[in-house]
């Protein structure tokens, strides 16, 4: 794609064909619209001759290639060695089998630490593995009050038993952005692993597994403008020491070794298309810097896009005296859930849906977390910004919770010091 002068909200829109349709989408956080150049990448790879990585024939040399690029593409969008770059169908699978395969090295009285903040992908398999080999599982708690999960709680729970702490970075739920550098310092301290799920924060802030002080981490693509793919950022010292299960037929060879079957060439092409837009927010040229340069700067663009219309919306909210936000860390990502006094959230996703403007309902895989804010199973309406985001969209989300009956604006409420 040409490369765009930060930050261009009309261009940016421009590329994203899904939103000629008229919404205002603010369902970001369970997928993101897909920019055009993303689904021409795709189609260009599946218009070449494909078959099995090799070097002799055309669809060797493009499959083997497609494969490389996207490796080399995800390692800088994360900040992590290429050799340590897994594919597969879903974060949600990878972190299953990835699961299985660290627990094989725990011992009966080992323990695990997982939070009650996190999406249940970072929870149930981390839970499951541990439950089959014996070991026992620690909970952090997050402060329900402020939304915050602090060193302080996983220090709570860390023991020299302790062999993994997990732990997102952004909750997918409420936004918080846990400390993952201090927390990082104490499961070291002990002795443990950590593994952090970078699902929600690698489409609004940049993800580095060095910087954050990850041994892995997880993300899916299509929640940072990228097709399907789930992908699994490791160091590839920790991969060389674990044995997944695999046909024998399969290479040994890390990162391939945990990969199960033929990757999805295709969606490949697409996801080094990605990484390659995300770069091009950055209005720098690539002859100028380093893609990784460029992406660093694209997300500082992206953030810069995002804290404010976020702030602008968290106004609006204020003056809405029967809203409450429950997204109130002092560090937080752009998802923002609403709960409504005396209203079902359903009726409000369903009011807001009929006038376009899309959100989501519900508790989004974070049982745990809306339990500990008091929510129960109903959840609340989740509102998520992205990179295409624009003000308009915000002042029509506004208007529209306005004119729902009960949720006048009046005197309002501020949210917990953090406007």
């Known amino acids: 794609m040409t490369n765009l002068q930060p930050y261009d909200i009309d261009a940016i829109r421009a590329q994203f064909p899904a939103l000629k349709a008229g919404s205002a989408h603010f369902d970001g956080p369970g997928g993101t619209q897909i920019p055009q150049p993303v689904m021409d990448a795709m189609v260009d790879a599946l218009s070449d001759p494909l078959c099995n990585r090799g070097t002799m024939t055309a669809g060797e040399r493009n499959a083997e290639a497609i494969v490389v690029e996207a490796r080399r593409a995800l390692a800088d969008f994360l900040g992590a060695d290429p050799v340590g770059i897994v594919f597969g169908r879903s974060s949600t699978q990878l972190l299953y089998d990835f699961s299985r395969t660290l627990a094989k090295t725990w011992r009966p009285g080992d323990e695990v630490v997982v939070t009650r ?8 398999p ?13 909970w952090a708690d997050f402060d329900p009050a402020t939304g915050e999960l602090t060193p302080d709680h996983i220090r709570e729970v860390l023991s020299e038993r302790t062999r993994l702490v997990a732990v997102t970075a952004a909750s997918n739920l409420i936004g ?14 002990a002795g443990a692993l950590l593994h952090v799920d970078a699902a929600q924060l690698s489409a609004h802030a940049r993800v580095d597994l060095d910087a954050l002080g990850a041994d892995s981490l997880s993300c899916s693509a299509y929640k940072f403008l990228g097709p399907h793919l789930g992908v699994l950022a490791a160091r590839p010292e920790l991969l060389e020491r674990l044995s997944p299960d695999k046909l024998l037929a399969s290479t040994d060879t890390v990162p391939e070794r945990f990969e199960l079957g033929i990757l999805p060439y295709g969606v490949l092409a697409g996801v080094r298309a990605t990484v390659d837009f995300w770069a091009g927010l950055s209005g720098l040229r690539p002859a100028d810097a380093t893609r990784g340069e460029r992406l660093t700067a694209a997300m500082a663009a992206v953030e810069e896009h995002e804290d404010r219309l976020r702030l602008r919306l968290e106004r609006g909210l204020a003056a809405l005296d029967a809203v409450t936000v429950h997204s109130r860390a002092s560090l937080r990502a752009p998802t923002l859930l609403l709960t409504f006094r005396g209203h079902d959230p359903r009726e409000v996703h369903r009011h807001l849906a009929g006038h376009g403007v899309d959100t989501g309902v519900g508790t989004f895989y974070s049982a745990d977390a809306a339990r500990h804010l008091g929510l129960g199973e109903e959840g609340g309406v989740r509102v998520g910004l992205a990179p295409y985001t624009s003000e308009e969209d915000v ?6 919770l306005a004119a729902f009956p009960g949720l006048e ?9 953090h406007l």
């Open 409 to 417: 604006a009046g005197a309002g409420r501020p949210l917990a010091g």
């Open 117 to 124: 903040l996190d999406h249940e992908a970072n929870i149930r």
């Open 176 to 189: 918080t952005r846990p400390d993952i550098p201090a927390i990082s310092e104490l499961a070291h301290g």
């Open 395 to 400: 002042e029509r989300l506004l208007e529209c």
């Open 126 to 138: 981390w839970v499951q593995a541990a439950e089959a080999a014996g070991a026992a599982v620690r």
